[in-house]
Every structure is written in C-alpha cells, then in structure tokens.
C-alpha cells in the first residue's frame, strides 16, 4: 500500500477518500480529492457554500456513487452493490441538516428502528438501549414523544441518539444545525462536543467556525470540490496558508 493509505501510526484510516471524483452533468462536485479520516478524531470541513462538502459527506457513505476513485472503511475499497457496503452503511451514521426522523414514529423507535431491522435486536433490548443513549443526549423524557412535539434541537439530538443506536465507527454530520436558530445550536455543540470527548471518530461539515477551532483535532477547507487546505484549526483558521482560505475565513469573521 502507498503510504497515504495509513495515519501516521501505521493503522489503516476508518474511512478513506483516494482521488475520489463525482459530477453532477457539466459540474464536478467532487475533484479527484483524497482525505482519510483517523479513528478518534474530528475532522471539521469548512468551505463556501456549493464546494461540495455534503458531495463529498455523501460519497464517504455511498449516498452518493463516486464516478472515479475509491472509498474504503476500515481499509477495505467499497463497490457498489458489495457486502462490504452494507457493512459500511451500518457502521457509519450520518446526521442531517433537517434531522429526518419518521414522524409516525415515537422518538424511541426512531432510535430503535435500525437495530431492529438491521441487526434484528429484539423489541425490548433496543428499546432499553434507545432510553440510555435518549439520557445520553438529554432526551431521557422525549422518548415517548412524536418528533413533531420536539424543538428542532431536541429532534437533532434524537437523530444524533438514532445514529448512535448502531454503535459507529464514525459519525459523519452535514451542517447539524444550520436549520436551528443559535440557543439551540448551543445544545447540539454541546452533545457533538461531548462525544468528541469520548474519542468518536467523527466528520463534521459546518459553518460553526467557533466549534471548529475548539473541538476539531483537523479542519479541512474546500473549495471548487477540492482540498485547498487541511491542518490544525489553529493553523487553518487562524494562520492560513492559502489565499482562498484567507478570504473564507476572514469573511466569515473567524468566528
Ligand atoms: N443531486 C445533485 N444534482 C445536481 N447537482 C448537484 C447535486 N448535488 C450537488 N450538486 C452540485 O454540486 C456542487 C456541490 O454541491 P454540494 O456538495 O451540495 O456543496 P456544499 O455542500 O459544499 O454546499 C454544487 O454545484 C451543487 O449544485
Ligand atoms: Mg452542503
């Protein structure tokens, strides 16, 4: 293997861009971009808006089938229509911006629905595993619930407990809360921060300039479906080398 395909400690990345490419008729979402992703750490992707960050979120889950490149989980490439796919699909969660929670469900078998179906984890257990992780995000009283009757926040942090219920080698987040006004923006920080303690691999696209720079051990800026730069947020938000990220950044008031 060329040495890109490992982190620095010789252990493969949990998940693996390598030239990937994706076009959209005339436009290229995606350009030949390579970017691994370490086990444990956060990884914030910044950019103007129309790079092709969500592209990029969609391709690394196979929402999305790159047109050139490759994707690999834990090391191994992942094909369309593979078993390694369906192993991919359920070990990687992926948040939303509009949360996408079935309203016909309670909040409970929201967070309880793949485990059942996937894993076939009977009724009981799965229910008793989506009360802890509700608790884990402060929804410990919303299980009974219907989304409708949650905040947007209260409805992000159950799909954030949904996508925990499959137990995740890595959570992948695009603009989580964008949809959400900042005194609930607030509360969703604070749970993706505080699995960011627990050492959760994590990818998170976002405008939260502030969250980048304290919680991301690498931020990653994009532009026109590429990597213009990557390196600690100290060094990328603050201190960038590339005129492009210059202007992002200071646009954007380093937040
Ligand atoms: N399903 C799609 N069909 C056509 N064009 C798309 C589609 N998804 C994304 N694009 C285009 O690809 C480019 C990158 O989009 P996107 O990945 O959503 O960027 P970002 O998330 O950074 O705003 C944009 O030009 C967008 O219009
Ligand atoms: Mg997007």
Redesign the pocket.
Known sequence: MPPESESPAGAPFVLEARGVT?R??A????DALSLGILAGQVTAIL????????????CLNFL?TPDAGEVRFEGTPIRARDRELDRLRARVGMVFQQFNLFPHLRVWENVALAPRVVRGVPRAAARGRALELLARVGLADKAEAHPSHLSGGQQQRAAIARALAMDPAALLF??PTSALDPELTGEVLAVMRSLATEGRTMVV?THEVGFARAVAHEVVF?DA?RVVERGAPAQVIDAPTQERTRRFFAASGRG
Do not use: I, N, Q, Y
């Open positions: 994706k959209f008729g436009v290229t979402a995606v950019g103007p808006s129309g790079s092709g960050k969500s592209t990029l979120l969609r999305e695009d603009e696209v994009m479906g």
